[in-house]
Every structure is written in C-alpha cells, then in structure tokens.
C-alpha cells in the first residue's frame, strides 16, 4: 500500500487542521492506521491510531480531546482532524499502515506549523 500525507500548513495557536492520507491499492481496508509525527530536533512519536474497521480509537495522552482520526475505507482515505493546536504541535505528521510486523508502510510528511 502506498500512502500520501496533505493538509498540513500554518494556523495560528488554537486553530484547526484536518489532515487526510489517502491510500492506494485495495487492501487499505485490512490494514489499521496510524498517525505519527515528529518535530525539530525530536525523535517520531505515535500521535493516534485507527483499527481497520474504524471501531477503536486510541491517542497519545496530549493529543486527546483535541484530536480524532478518522477513516474512510470507501474512499481509502484516514483522517486527523486536530483542534485547539498548540506550538509545541509544530511537526511534520506522518501516516502509516500496520502490518503484521507493525506499521510498515509509510507515507511522506506534511508540515504543521503553529505560531504562538
């Protein structure tokens, strides 16, 4: 599966983005999903993750009740909408796909920015 990352940009502190990763191929139902993100200077971290029916949700403590993913297996598509962003959310955010040795494939990032 190949994945491609958009939506990324600036917004101002408490702003809101959606950022969408659409997927190729007719697997992309069968794989659960992940966003990741990392920032200047910092090592990747895991921000959320989808199961790949959609039914489970989970997020990394600083991001929750501010961010949702979503999914859209129709439309191959995984989403993240993220409110009430912070600077210290500034990263490129990466999404990927879980195989059966964990997330395997990986799509290329998109910049958030979030000016104080």
């Known amino acids: 599966v190949q994945l491609q990352a958009f939506g990324g940009g600036l917004v101002p502190a408490g702003g809101s983005l959606r950022l969408s990763c659409a997927a190729s191929?007719?697997?992309?139902?069968?794989?659960?999903m992940g966003w990741f993100r990392q920032a200047p200077g910092k090592e990747r971290e895991f921000v959320a993750g989808i199961t790949w029916s959609g039914s489970t949700t989970y997020y990394e403590d600083s991001v929750k009740g501010r961010f949702t993913v979503s999914r859209d297996n129709a439309k191959n598509t995984v989403y993240l909408q993220m409110n009430s962003l912070r600077p210290e959310d500034t990263a490129v955010y990466y999404c990927?796909?879980?195989?059966?040795?964990?997330?395997?494939?990986w799509g290329q990032g998109t910049l958030v920015t979030v000016s104080s």
């Open positions: 990927a796909a879980e195989g059966s040795r964990g997330y395997e494939y």
């Open positions: 191929g007719r697997t992309f139902s069968r794989y659960g």
